[in-house]
């Protein structure tokens, strides 16, 4: 087990590498299957949202900002502010979305995701 352990510490630093390209597909995911399959996404914009812009001009902006974001992420630059966009917009969604728990319980954990590259040493360039 000690072995494992020394094996693990090697590749310590790459944590947050994995964790913004794990957020970054996620985001790439949503964006692409909105634009593929757009009725199965319209019914998770808030309707106070859908009241001020159409649901059908507001799922392709919000998007193309994931995808925005998901090229953030994947950029390498500025990644602590990039997560911290992650974790306001997944808080969003979880806030926006709670009578939904059941589906977005795991953005919670995305969130989560974000928040701890956020707080990274990895997210600065030294």
């Known amino acids: 087990m000690k072995r494992f352990d020394l094996w693990l510490q090697k590749y310590n630093n790459y944590a947050p590498l994995f964790l913004r390209i794990g957020l970054a597909v996620v985001f790439l995911f949503a964006a692409i299957s909105s634009f593929l399959s757009p009725s199965d996404w319209i019914g998770y914009l808030p309707k106070f ?9 507001l799922l392709p ?39 939904l728990l059941p589906i977005s319980f795991r953005d919670i954990g995305l969130l989560f995701a974000a928040l701890a590259l956020a707080v990274s040493k990895g997210a600065v360039k030294e």
């Not at 949202?49 to 001009?57: F, H, L, M, S, T």
């Not at 902006?61 to 500025?78: K, Q, R």
């Not at 969604?93 to 709670?98: G, K, M, R, S, W």
């Open 49 to 57: 949202a859908r009241d001020i812009v159409p649901a059908n001009v």
């Open 61 to 99: 902006i919000f998007s193309v900002v994931e995808i925005v974001l998901a090229a953030w992420l994947l950029s390498g630059v500025y990644v602590r502010f990039a997560a911290l966009v992650c974790v306001a917009m997944l808080a969003g969604i979880v806030l926006a979305n709670f009578s």
